[in-house]
């Protein structure tokens, strides 16, 4: 029996919950949303977790935190809320060696590192950007002056953006609050590669924009073959790193014509990809968490 948990208006589980009922995969879901709270029991000394009073026996999960409700309400409480029922999911699970699960190796760290990452691919054999991390104006004043520099967060949680005068001149003091990861600007196409179990999905990536996640529905994803002079790199490192599931995104060298690594994401969106694919990625993590 597969379980599938999270946020109700995730519509990553909504499209994986219906696909597996299409099939009619043995299932059980546990959603919390606007509804109130979930009646889930985990009594640490039995070891079982009880959902409506039925004990929950599952032999492969899927869980994901519930980042929409907070989107939609701004709320800090409810990211705290989504947040508490990922902590307790994931600490019942990862206590159960024969649950089949992604990803468990990586259990416990808490999020990607991405600079550590960018480290592990060079590695591993993938080009990756030209990196700087630093809190300096002076510096990206400098860099700005050589080449176009996009800049994010050293922690995730924001988009990429391109680096400008305009920016920086509204910086009052000679520091940033703090670090960013300055790099390169790399041009289309961008991929994105899906690693489920042994299998990789491919996917182009079209937008008017340096983040297709600014544009929303507006971005063009295209399902291609796996860029074979990245997978036995990307393999690499996502064993090293201990992710079963994941997706890399890689970006175009204007110089080169290479494909460089930007990051790995230890739980990505796939729901427009998946559709994209006509529901071929869905049904190999389905396939994956059944052991098929």
């Given amino acids: 029996m597969l379980l599938i948990a999270g946020g109700e ?8 919950i219906a696909r597996a009922k299409a099939r009619n995969l043995p299932l059980r879901t546990i959603l919390h949303g606007e509804g109130g709270g979930l009646r ?5 000394a039995g070891g079982v977790l009880r959902c409506d009073g039925e004990p929950v026996a599952p032999t492969g999960a899927f ?14 409480i409810d990211r705290d809320d989504a947040r508490s029922w990922k902590v307790m999911l994931d600490g019942w699970l990862w206590s159960h060696p024969e649950i089949r699960l992604f990803n468990r190796n990586f259990a416990l760290k808490d999020a990607m590192n991405k600079p550590l990452a960018l480290v592990w691919a060079r590695e591993a054999g993938l080009p990756v950007p030209e990196t700087v991390l630093h809190s300096s104006v002076a510096v990206a004043e400098a ?7 996009v800049y994010k967060p050293v922690g995730g949680g924001d988009m990429c953006r391109e680096l400008d005068t305009e920016a920086l001149g509204k910086v009052p003091d000679p520091h940033l609050p703090r670090p960013y990861i300055f790099q390169e600007k790399l041009v ?12 990789f999905f491919a996917f182009q990536i079209e937008a008017d924009a340096l983040d297709y996640r600014t544009v929303g529905g ?15 790199g990307l393999r690499a490192l996502t064993d090293r790193i201990g992710l079963t599931w994941t997706a890399a995104d890689f970006k175009t060298r204007d110089a080169t014509g290479e494909l460089v690594f930007l990051e790995v994401n230890s739980n990505p969106m796939f729901a427009a990809f998946d559709h994209a694919s006509e529901g071929k990625l869905v049904d190999g993590m389905l396939d994956w968490l059944l052991g098929k």
């Fill in 143 to 149: 860099a700005l002056g050589k080449a176009p520099v």
């Fill in 63 to 76: 869980v994901r935190q519930d980042v929409f409700r907070f989107l939609s309400t701004k709320r800090q």
């Fill in 40 to 44: 889930l029991e985990w009594d640490l």
């Fill in 9 to 16: 208006a995730d519509p990553q589980l909504g499209r994986m």
């Fill in 188 to 199: 289309p196409p961008e991929i994105r590669v899906f690693r489920v179990g042994e299998q």
């Fill in 218 to 232: 507006a971005a063009k994803v295209t399902q291609v073959e796996p860029p074979a002079e990245v997978l036995d």
